[in-house]
């Protein structure tokens, strides 16, 4: 990967959560004992694991959904989990925000660019509260 920042942008309306998106590096290997592990150094180092490469990929997807659903259900808000992390708050306009962690003054953002693979991970939850994404779900636009 070759980027400066990480931009993590989030959709709200009337507070609530619509939706969330970013482009960041995803460690994935094979342990031990056969597993496949995926892990997200830049949200916490959050992990998880499946029997199979193909299960590993959508499992990655719901690791982000579950961190976005945590933050909002659990924690003080996915805008304030992430300051908690090092992310900055870029912008905000309307009911548009986005955070960045940027490549300058944090040693160890580069190890983890070049090391991870890069996926785009989104989260649109649906009013019924089913989780929505898959790794073919299309990504929101954002003005």
């Known amino acids: 990967m070759n980027f400066d ?38 949200l916490g180092d959050v992990q998880t694991w499946a029997e199979t490469e193909e299960d590993l990929e959508v499992a990655v997807f719901e690791l982000f959904e579950c961190f976005c659903i945590a933050s909002e259900e659990y924690g003080t808000g996915l805008e304030n989990e992430l300051e908690s992390l090092g992310w900055e708050k870029l912008k905000s306009k309307h009911k548009h925000s986005s955070f960045a962690i940027k490549g300058t003054g944090i040693p160890y953002l580069k190890g983890v660019i070049d090391t991870g693979s890069k996926k785009v991970l989104s989260y649109h939850p649906v009013s019924s509260g089913i989780l929505s994404n898959s790794p073919s779900s299309k990504p929101l636009a954002f003005a």
């Open 5 to 42: 920042n990480i931009e993590i942008k989030i959709t709200r309306s009337n507070g609530n959560l619509i939706s969330a998106e970013v482009a960041m590096p995803v460690w994935q290997k094979k342990d031990i004992s056969g597993q496949f592990t995926a892990s997200l150094p830049l």
